[in-house]
């Protein structure tokens, strides 16, 4: 039998890390359940001690799935463990993964604490986990510029203190496969009691190679990869979840051990996170990208008509990819309508909320005769399914935009219950709209982003648009989808707005 590769996701943790990818909880919940359906073995929820938001959505994903581990990440500090071991006291499964520097400039630079101190502090750390769980993760920060010698020590200490798997981390994206599985394996060999632990590897991409080195990881005997979907993370980001099941199930041959990944559900998860932070996926991203089974050569198309696999290595059907087809349109009912979001991952919490969302599922078949899963993510993934959340709600839009003269926009906004009116002038449509919501909201926020995607094909497609505000340190997405590009654009501002004057929440874990 070939032996099980754990996948660590950390797409809610690390993911979040990138600037503008925050996630409110119920947006957690939604892609804690996608991983659940994946099959994904560890989810690493979030960083209780980061804030009290932070805790709160760990709790919540802690006491919704159940077949996922659930994961909090902790400093070698009491007060970070013991709000992850609260955190993840509701799951099923809980795992504390805990962490201290080790690399020299860290330890002198950061820590401003000696070896021997952080070989103390770490046997602390994973005494006080062990209060909670028997589950418990270490990691030795920045393992791929520390001194081999000082990692043999430190994880024989972790190890005896009752550490489970041992996390070898390329923090800042500086290794090479050749150094990093060499690391690994004399890490294996030197280390006392090494075979008692899952040896475990988490890589960034500053170099683009965090797949590689975390392949290369597991060539020498790593068992655990953590990675995150879609690759993202901060700075370059994380190894892809996508990449590193697919070279496991493409390349048996090579690998000796496989997951238990739902590989179906590979594309679901990536169109949720994309749509969820922001950040779209390029067209040539590997596995997930919108190119990633086209053919646009004359040979390479001759070539898969004759025999797919002259050409394709991979089934599109195998990670997700199927022909849209019609699942909804305005003669369905409501229940048809909340079994296909059930099926989708996306639970209605109310019978209020269910009609809101039903009614504007109706306004949308009246404008799109065809309704696809991608137009119900998209709607559901609206802020306007939640009126308890909005402060600020769009009534009605006009704009006038017109060759050789200044586009104009009339506004009716909702503020609290009370409507109000504006109009501005702008250098185009959107603009002369934002113009127009700002004079009402008074936000005096950043506009940092501005990105419009084709939900699907066809001109009556659904245009998405996402917005990116910052104002004090606070760094917000909101999403608006609309067949209207104007009206899409308009909900996306209102929608962030909206999360920048609702309570204030930590939008990135590092702040």
């Known amino acids: 039998m070939k032996d099980h590769l754990v996948i660590f996701d950390t797409t809610l943790r690390d993911g979040e890390q990138s600037p503008g990818a925050s ?3 119920e947006e957690k919940l ?32 802690a006491e919704t799935v159940r077949e996922s581990t659930v994961c909090s990440l902790a400093r070698a500090s009491e007060n970070d463990i013991r ?59 920045d393992a791929g510029r520390s001194e081999l010698d000082f990692l043999c020590r430190i994880f024989d200490a972790v190890i005896k203190a009752g550490a489970k798997t041992i996390n070898v981390p390329d923090t800042v994206g500086y290794n090479v496969p050749g150094q990093f599985s060499a690391t690994i394996r004399s890490l294996r060999e030197r280390v006392p009691n090494s075979d008692k632990v899952i040896w475990s590897v988490h890589c960034h991409n500053d170099l683009g190679l965090a797949v590689a080195n975390s392949l290369a990881a597991v060539m020498e005997g790593a068992r655990q990869v953590e990675c995150t979907i879609n690759g993202l993370g901060e700075r370059a980001g994380n190894a ?16 000796g051990c496989e997951t238990r990944i739902d590989a179906t559900q590979i594309v679901p998860a990536s169109k949720l996170v994309s749509s969820i932070t922001g950040f779209p996926v390029q067209p040539n991203k590997a596995i997930v990208g ?29 990670v997700g990819w199927t022909q849209n087809k019609l699942v909804l349109g305005k003669h369905s009912g409501r229940n048809a309508f909340k079994t296909r979001l059930a099926d989708l991952g996306i639970v209605i919490e109310s019978e209020e909320q269910l009609n809101l969302a039903f009614a504007r599922f109706k306004e949308l078949a009246d404008k799109k005769h065809e309704i696809f899963d991608e137009d119900l993510q998209a709607l559901m993934s609206d802020e306007a399914v939640a009126p308890e959340k909005e402060h600020y709600k769009l009534i009605s839009l006009r704009v006038a935009s017109e ?18 009116q504006s109009e501005a002038d702008g250098d185009g449509p959107v603009d002369a709209s934002f113009k127009a919501v700002e004079r009402i909201a008074e936000s005096h926020s950043e506009l940092l982003l501005f990105s419009v995607n084709s939900i699907t094909g066809g001109t009556d497609a659904q245009g ?16 608006g989808a609309d067949t209207d590009i104007v009206v899409a654009s308009v909900k996306a501002y209102i929608n962030a707005i909206n999360k920048l004057v609702s309570k204030p929440e930590k939008v990135n874990p590092q702040v």
Request: net charge negative.
């Open 464 to 479: 998405e648009v996402t917005v990116r505000l910052a104002k004090d340190g606070r760094v917000v997405n909101g999403q």
């Open 290 to 318: 919108a190119n990633a089974f086209a053919h646009e050569s004359g040979i390479h198309q001759d070539g898969v008509i004759k025999h797919r696999e002259t050409y394709e290595i991979m089934r599109a059907q195998d």
């Open 23 to 25: 996630m409110t909880k």
């Open 240 to 255: 892809a979840l996508e990449e590193i099941v697919m070279a496991m199930r493409t390349r048996q041959d090579i690998f």
């Open 83 to 141: 709000r992850a071991g609260e955190a993840i006291k509701p799951a099923r499964s809980g795992r504390i993964h805990t962490f201290i520097a080790t690399s020299p400039i860290h330890m002198e630079k950061k820590l401003r604490m000696t070896p021997d101190q952080v070989v103390e502090q770490a046997v602390k750390a994973v005494q006080w986990a062990g209060e909670y769980t028997e589950d418990i993760e270490f990691s030795a920060e």
């Open 403 to 420: 060759t050789g003269e200044t586009p104009h926009a009339r506004i009716t906004l909702s503020a609290g219950g009370v409507e109000s």
């Open 30 to 61: 939604r892609v804690a359940r996608q991983l659940e359906r994946m099959k994904v073995d560890v989810i690493e929820a979030g960083f209780a001690a980061a804030s009290p938001g932070d805790f709160d959505a760990i709790r919540s994903i």
